[in-house]
């Protein structure tokens, strides 16, 4: 299945896919795409299940921030199309997302159709690869080229969370580069409709994945 598109075209099929690391009941599983288009106006989950990658021309990218549960949820939308069929790709800023991302913004040629694909590696976290043409996309930013996390520790010294606030930062400038200068090379992402923010990146080794705290699925809902 070519889950792919290049610019929505109002008057074709516009699909939505979000990554899911759980089942229904909270268990972790290998990553998928949860499929869902709009029925009647409203969105509905549709009969394809277990998609594992999403293939099409990169069209746009879109950096946006949402509220859920009184925090921000930040994340880039990714545009495929493939024929008539566009596909919208909101991709969280979790340790997942943003290896999607950071591949994604390392795309040098535009015209080849893109493929991602999620898969669970080895050690058993959920991973990704990005794919342009025939050529595996790496990440465009190492881990020491980033900023890192801010580790927060409680009076005795030990780690509550790691606050990504500068991280997400970073690659919201990164992709709002990538994206100028899609436009400035008069990409075919313009044929469809005016592009938005973007950024650019290459994907990690399979050592370098971390654990898929990546695709909390409880903050889905606040994507859309």
Partial sequence: ?????????QNGKLLV???????????????????????????????????????????????????FNGDIVRSVSVYLKDG?????????????GRSIINSLINIEDTSKPVEISLYQNKRGYSASAVRSGDDTVSWKFGL??????????DKKGTLVKR????VDDFFDEKVNEFLESFVAKASPLTEDKPVKETKKEKKAPE????????TDDADDEALF
Wanted: aromatic share 8%.
């Fill in 163 to 166: 606050d990504y606030s500068e």
């Fill in 144 to 153: 020491d080229e980033q900023p890192k996390p801010e580790e927060l520790r």
């Fill in 17 to 67: 896919l979000k990554i899911k690391t759980k089942n229904a009941e909270g268990q972790e599983v290998p990553p998928y795409f949860q499929v869902s288009e709009k029925v009647d106006g409203s969105w509905k989950e549709t009969d394809n299940t277990g998609i594992t990658s999403v293939t099409g021309q990169l069209n746009n990218l879109e950096v946006k921030q949402k509220e």
């Fill in 84 to 96: 008539d069929e566009t596909y919208l790709i909101d991709i969280r800023y979790s340790i997942l």
């Fill in 207 to 214: 050592a370098k994945q971390e654990p898929a705290d990546a």
């Fill in 1 to 9: 299945m070519a889950l792919g598109n290049k610019g929505y075209d």
